[in-house]
């Protein structure tokens, strides 16, 4: 039985609200899904984030993050303003992309440095639903990209909690990390794998 309908149009947003595991509707796609630990890339830090650690730690009791909006403001915000500190990004909120009626709509936060991307899709609640979201934005960048372009990284955050996906094309497998970073408390961490993602010089596949 066919998951997804011919004849029905699909936005990145219809894919959180399906109830099948992910691998079912990623093989729909002509992608294979796995769960595995990630050797994910890391580069130096090179300001201190003592004071972005402590403001989230003074400043989050006192705001109710009940919305999806609030979280971007209040938690995603600061961390990728700060991100610009750190290595020379573009940052595009709100990126349109078509590539075919099953793969459309906004993607939340697209960074890309001179080859490297990094999508970070932000969701309420619900990290597995999401994860088949952000899943779904990266085959849609897959093909929407130059195929020589590196594989493609992607994080889902609830604001607190982020945890990074990787798209490899030649592969065309998505992997998502069992492990994840939680804000305040693994900001250095986290800080690390997003400035390593965009600086990751990936070595060219042999034909």
């Known amino acids: 039985m066919s998951i997804l309908k011919p004849e029905r149009s699909y936005t990145f947003s219809d894919y959180f609200e399906m109830n099948y595991p992910p691998e079912d509707i990623l093989a729909e796609l002509g992608y294979r899904y796995r769960l595995t630990k990630l050797d994910l890339p890391r580069g130096t830090v090179k300001h201190s984030l003592d004071n972005l650690r402590n403001m989230f730690y003074r400043k989050l009791p006192h705001i109710s993050l009940n919305s999806e909006t609030a ?20 940052i595009d909120i709100e990126y349109p992309i078509y590539v075919s009626e099953h793969l459309k709509g906004n993607l939340d936060y697209w960074i ?8 970070v899709e932000a969701k309420k609640s619900d990290m597995e639903k999401g994860f088949t979201q952000l899943a779904a934005e990266l085959i849609a960048m897959d093909q929407y990209l130059p195929s020589d372009d590196p594989d493609l990284f992607g994080a889902i955050t609830v604001g607190d909690v982020w945890r990074f996906g990787k798209l490899e094309r030649a592969a065309k497998c998505i992997s998502r990390d069992i492990d994840s970073f939680r804000v305040p408390l693994d900001i250095h961490e986290l800080f690390q794998v997003l400035i390593g993602i965009l600086s990751h010089h990936q070595p060219s596949q042999a034909n």
Request: no cysteine; glycine share 0%; hydrophobic share 55%.
């Open 112 to 119: 890309r440095s001179l080859q490297n991307f990094l999508i």
């Open 71 to 90: 979280k971007r403001e209040v938690m995603i915000a600061p961390i990728l303003l700060e991100l610009l500190d750190e290595i020379d990004v573009k």
